[in-house]
Every structure is written in structure tokens, then in C-alpha cells.
């Protein structure tokens, strides 16, 4: 009943910043907690940061204090900051809600001097 589009990924060198949007479809969007995930090259998807449908926020140990993950209901559209990033945070990073089984195509964000 949701669809996702993931965007603003790049390449950007150590240290440097994105910020990662993904944009939702549907009427019940501001019900669900949303989560962005990424899958690096050569290993399996993982979820790094989560927001809740009230606000609340959790992070991976690995991204916590670098990215921010955010959500704005009147555009149903939740948000990742990635600060000081570093090489091994490139992946294709996707958004999706817990538990669904269908995936965007993501967005790639690649950093590496």
C-alpha cells in the first residue's frame, strides 16, 4: 500500500556529506515506523537507523552519531543525514518499513578518496 523511491546518493570523499531522501506513496504513511537500510558490496542487508511513527529514533553502534534519520508526515518523505562519512559506509541504501518483503531500487552512496 506503500511505495518508496530512495535518492541523493553519490560520490563523496571521507568526511563528506548526503543527504539521503526517500519519498512514500500512500494514505497511512505517518502510521508506520520507517527504517533505512544498505547493503554493501559482498555483504547482506542491514538495517542502520529506524524511526518510529511518533518521532523516536534508533541507530546501529556503526552510525550512531554520524547519521540522523528523520521523517516529515505532511511530505511523506523520511530523510537520512550522513555526516563524516566513511568508505566503509558505501552501500546502496534503501528505505523501507519492517517486515515488507518488496524493495526499491535504492540509492548508491559511495565514499572513497
Known amino acids: 500500500q506503500v511505495q518508496l523511491v530512495e535518492s541523493g546518493g553519490g560520490l563523496v570523499q571521507p568526511g563528506g556529506s548526503l543527504r539521503l531522501s526517500c519519498a512514500a506513496s500512500?494514505?497511512?504513511?505517518?502510521?508506520?515506523?520507517m527504517g533505512w537500510y544498505r547493503q554493501a558490496p559482498g555483504k547482506q542487508r542491514e538495517l542502520v537507523a529506524t524511526?518510529?511513527?511518533?518521532?523516536?529514533?534508533i541507530y546501529t553502534d556503526s552510525v550512531r552519531g554520524r547519521l540522523t534519520i528523520s521523517r516529515d508526515n505532511a511530505k511523506n518523505t523520511v530523510y537520512l543525514q550522513t555526516n563524516n562519512l566513511k568508505p566503509e559506509d558505501t552501500a546502496v541504501y534503501y528505505c523501507?518499513?519492517?517486515?515488507?518483503?518488496?524493495w526499491g531500487q535504492g540509492t548508491k552512496v559511495t565514499v572513497s578518496s
Open positions: 500512500g494514505s497511512i504513511f505517518n502510521s508506520y515506523a
Open positions: 524511526i518510529t511513527s511518533r518521532g523516536s529514533t
Open positions: 523501507n518499513l519492517p517486515m515488507r518483503t518488496t
